[in-house]
Every structure is written in structure tokens, then in C-alpha cells.
Nanobody, 117 residues
Framework: QVQLVESGGGLVQPGGSLRLSCAAS????????MGWYRQAPGKQRESVAS???????VYGDFVKGRFTISRDNTKNTIYLQMNSLKFEDAAVYYC???????????WGQGTQVTVSS
């Protein structure tokens, strides 16, 4: 069993920053890919950023240099540093861990990010 626990969400003004964390525990040795997804009300869940165990990263097009994903393998934790936040970044952010790009993997419970002035 795998547990993913997100933290770091909250309320931020446009242009502000947040740092999300996702701590993984359990049977995680084969979960080479971890990432962040988000889902806003009425919209489909979309990929924000992913990182492999070798630190190769992939970002959604909308990120455009504003977000940075990182990984601490010693702590089984990934981070998402979000800068220059926009209203449209408001969503529930979910952590995901999977074995390959073609598997669904495991999901965390989500953390709310609200962008409001």
C-alpha cells in the first residue's frame, strides 16, 4: 500500500508564491515517477509537473517557467514551488506516484490552492 500526503496549499494573492509538498510512504520502491496534477471546478484533472527518480522533469504548457518540481529521494518527498500565481491556477492539487507513464498509480487526497485578491 502507498500513502501520499500533500501539504502547503492555501490562499495567496495573484503574483504570490506557494510551495507544495508530497510525502510518500509504504511500498514506494518501484514508484519511479511522481508528479502534481490539478483540478479546478468544472474542469478535467490536468498534469502540472512530473519528475522521475532520475530527476527528469516534465511540465504542463501553462506553467511557462513559473513552477518548479523537485524531489528528495532521501525523504521520499516531492515539492512544487509555484511562483507568479494567477487566478487560473486556483484548483485542488493532487500528488501522484506511479511505476511508469502508462500506469495510473496512486493519488493523494489533494490540497486546495486559492488565488484571490
Amino acid at each position: 500500500q502507498v500513502q501520499l500526503v500533500e501539504s502547503g496549499g492555501g490562499l495567496v494573492q495573484p503574483g504570490g508564491s506557494l510551495r507544495l509538498s508530497c510525502a510518500a510512504s509504504g511500498s514506494i520502491s518501484s514508484l519511479y515517477i511522481m508528479g502534481w496534477y490539478r483540478q479546478a471546478p468544472g474542469k478535467q484533472r490536468e498534469s502540472v509537473a512530473s519528475i522521475t527518480s532520475g530527476a527528469w522533469t516534465v511540465y504542463g504548457d501553462f506553467v511557462k517557467g513559473r513552477f518548479t518540481i523537485s524531489r528528495d529521494n532521501t525523504k521520499n518527498t516531492i515539492y512544487l514551488q509555484m511562483n507568479s500565481l494567477k487566478f487560473e491556477d486556483a484548483a485542488v492539487y493532487y500528488c501522484n506516484a506511479r511505476e511508469t507513464w502508462n500506469t495510473v498509480g496512486y493519488w493523494g487526497q489533494g490540497t486546495q490552492v486559492t488565488v484571490s485578491s
